[in-house]
């Protein structure tokens, strides 16, 4: 099974829509991550937490929020979809600051 | 401000050629971190290297060979007798130690490598 797990993987929403990624991982990592990947400008970081009570926003954090339920799940929602909300989105996970972070196999949504 | 320059966006190379992946970073700190990432067709961001700031010696794995020098802030990664399986997007990522915001990596823009049989 693999250690990071995004559901859904495919998503198709319409503008204004209410939607939200899950990201669950048995890694055991404290630090977990939201990335986004647009073509041509790599990933960038939407939010990161290091555990359940600490949330961070990243550089492009505006349209999104986030939930640590628990030390193996981090969700991000987009509150109201728009249309340059559609990308590759990814979740990782870390044990220490700098140590290597671990990718989910992405979530790849479309907002209509 | 980090950041992480893959100045080839595409290449394109015969199977069995050597290919060479350029990676230049910017840091103003000593103490960092550098990662490249693959990214085949399926999606996945597969982990392939992590090489500290401290630790200048060349690396190689198999059919992969990394070149990190900190005088020319570069690291390159370059793969010897490509496979049509090499096939991927890479990217080079950098992350900095920093005390309140933790391990955030700087992505470069990735370079597509083709390799054709």
Redesign the interface.
Known sequence: DADVTQTPRNRITKTGKRIMLECSQTKGHD?MYWYRQDP??????IY?S?DVKDI?K?EISDGYSVSRQAQAKFSLSLESAIPNQTA?Y?CAT?E???????????T?LLVL | AQKVTQAQTEISVVEKEDVTLDCVYETRDTTYYLFWYKQPPSGELVFLIRRNSFDEQNEISGRYSWNFQKSTSSFNFTITASQVVDSAVYFCALSEEEETSGSRLTFGEGTQLTVNP
Do not use: A, D, K
């Not at chain 1, 041509?40 to 970081?45: E, H, T």
């Not at chain 1, 220490?96 to 992405?106: D, K, N, S």
């Open positions: 630090r041509g400008l790599g990933l960038r970081l990161y290091f961070n990243g590759l990814f870390s220490h600051r700098l140590e290597t972070q671990y990718f989910g196999p992405g790849r």
